[in-house]
């Protein structure tokens, strides 16, 4: 499920982490700019279209993941009482 365009998360003051799985662990706030310079404001976010165009810049490892932050204010799904909100 995409996340939302790259122009619309800097705009909304919202956040891409990357992260590395073990033993490296390292993450990474995403710079939202750069990002949209590179592949297009207009970019779809999502794990499929996003993580294979990432490397780890500690180990090197394309197996990365990503992270979407909402911008303050914004709720994020989650489960409530055994309920999923949105």
């Keep these: 499920m995409p996340f939302d365009i ?3 998360l800097i ?3 919202g956040q891409i ?3 590395c799985g073990p033993p490296c662990w390292h993450s990474r706030n995403l710079d939202l700019h750069a990002l949209g310079e590179r592949l ?3 970019f ?3 794990h499929y279209s996003l993580t294979p165009k990432l ?3 500690k180990c090197g490892s394309k197996q990365v993941g990503i ?3 909402p911008a303050a204010g914004h709720r994020a799904p989650g ?3 055994g309920k999923l909100i949105w």
């Design 11 to 13: 705009k909304d003051g």
């Design 44 to 46: 779809e976010v999502s």
């Design 67 to 69: 992270r979407h932050i």
């Design 79 to 81: 489960i409530v009482d």
């Design 40 to 42: 297009g404001y207009d």
């Design 6 to 8: 790259i122009r619309d």
């Design 55 to 57: 490397r780890c810049s």
């Design 17 to 19: 982490w990357a992260h």
